[in-house]
């Protein structure tokens, strides 16, 4: 009888995943099944003035699976509030990952796809364009002009945009935007798992003042020849070259028959432009040999930079929040997610998304049939409903300045930076 042999490898193997399971924090997870009105607050702004818009729980018009509901902005021209508490937390010597699913249903002209995390204590009650955040993070679309992924990361009190463009998807299907934040200052965007953007905190925002500025004492040293180009001093104008006209006697012309020297006057023949004539004479140009490239001012510590190794930290991260305005209704977010760990993050996005993707996209294009043939049979209903983002996008653009007054300065940095 053999007695069972385990490789150790195996072993050692599965010890390696077990750890990298054990490892991973979650702080905040919600796929919005039975219960999540619980957890979710919705907000009173806006409801006085009857521009608070409702949510509707729903797996939309098209889905990947019916029965995997997320939440929707249902009514046009409303602002939308509504957040999550979790225990708090510190993302101090922690990754911190920020991960939703978003779909757009509607052609949407402007209205953004961001959700936000906040810390301290928020009266959930309230929450409004105006309540204090950490991260802005997700889509935002606005006319032609703004498709792009904010990462908005406050810090001391004021909201830093990044300076890197990172554009968004701008399809009707679902997508997953993934913000990764690390304790070496580092961060990913992720779309559907692939990273879009990575860098550095110090250099993909103005957080903090650059560490190293050109020297502002530096001047260009007199003798630094910075002509590429200079006239080739062996080229030579050739002999007789000024003496070619610009204009010469048309030689095709002739004397008119009825031309009379005595009444008319001595007949002179027109002038065309001379084919020889190659203008004003300039010699070669040729490479520079003591060209030292362009000049410029060598780099130096910045005096006004202050290292604040805390520059990633969050020290009480308690609250994920969905705060927009939206022209047109119709913003599916699902699988809202807050952990440290990215691995962790991909898994839940493919177990997710991954998994529906194909479907969803199938059911979008029955969809999109649908409506097409019910449009020729009605096309009177047809053109206030979809396929109009092109020529709406002006009127949207304006659209744009209702968000940007109401929404509270970030917003308002957010669409005028473009
Ligand atoms: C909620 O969404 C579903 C699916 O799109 C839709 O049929 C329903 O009318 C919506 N309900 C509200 C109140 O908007």
Not at 49 to 62: D, F, L, P, Q, V
Not at 137 to 142: L, M, N, S, V
Not at 210 to 217: C, G, M, N, R, T
Not at 342 to 348: C, N, S
């Amino acid at each position: 009888m053999a007695t069972p042999h385990i490789n150790p490898n195996l072993i050692f193997l599965i010890f390696l995943s077990l750890l990298a399971i054990t490892s991973a924090h979650v702080f905040f997870e919600e796929r919005f099944e039975d219960g999540w009105e619980n957890r979710w607050i919705v907000s009173e702004w806006k409801k006085d003035e009857n521009m608070a818009g409702k949510w509707n729980h729903t797996s939309g018009k098209w889905n990947g699976d019916p029965n995997d509901k997320g939440i929707q902005t249902s009514e046009d021209y409303r602002f939308y509030a509504i957040s999550a508490e979790f225990p708090e937390f510190s993302n101090k010597d922690k990754t911190l990952v920020f991960q939703f699913s978003v779909k757009h249903e509607q052609q949407l002209d402007c209205g953004g796809g961001y959700m936000k995390l906040l810390s301290g204590e928020v009266d959930q009650k309230k929450f409004g364009g105006d309540t204090p955040y950490s991260i802005m993070f997700g889509p935002d679309i606005c006319g032609h002009t703004t498709k792009k992924v904010h990462a908005i990361l406050s810090h001391d009190a004021s909201n830093h945009l990044i300076k890197k463009d990172v554009p968004c998807v701008t399809d009707h299907l679902t997508h997953v935007y993934t913000f990764i934040l690390r304790p070496d200052a580092t961060y990913s965007i992720l779309i559907d798992n692939e990273e879009k953007q990575s860098g550095s905190l110090y250099t993909d925002w103005d957080i903090l003042p650059p560490k190293k500025i050109k020297d502002p004492e530096a001047k260009k040293p007199e003798d630094w020849d910075d002509k590429e180009y200079i006239p080739d001093p062996e080229d030579k104008k050739p002999e007789g070259y000024d003496e070619i006209p610009k204009e010469i006697a048309d030689p095709d012309a002739k004397k008119p028959e009825d031309w009379d020297d005595e009444e008319d006057g001595e007949w002179t023949p027109p002038t065309i432009a001379n084919p020889e004539y190659k203008g004003l004479w300039k010699p070669k140009e040729m490479k520079n040999p003591n060209y030292k490239g362009k000049w410029k001012a060598p780099m130096i510590d910045n005096p006004d930079f202050k290292d604040d190794p805390d520059i990633y930290v969050y020290p009480s991260l308690k609250y994920v929040g969905i705060e927009l305005w939206q022209v047109k209704s119709g913003t599916l977010f699902d699988n809202v997610l807050v952990c440290n760990d990215p691995e962790y993050a991909k898994k839940l996005a493919e177990d997710t998304w991954g998994k529906q993707k194909d479907a969803e996209k199938v059911a979008h294009e029955e969809a999109e049939k649908k409506r097409e043939e019910e449009s020729k049979d009605n096309p009177v209903d047809s053109d206030d409903d979809e396929d109009a983002d092109d020529v709406e996008g002006d009127a949207s653009d304006e659209e744009s300045s209702a968000d940007t007054d109401e929404d509270g300065a970030a917003s308002d940095e957010a669409h005028d930076e473009l």
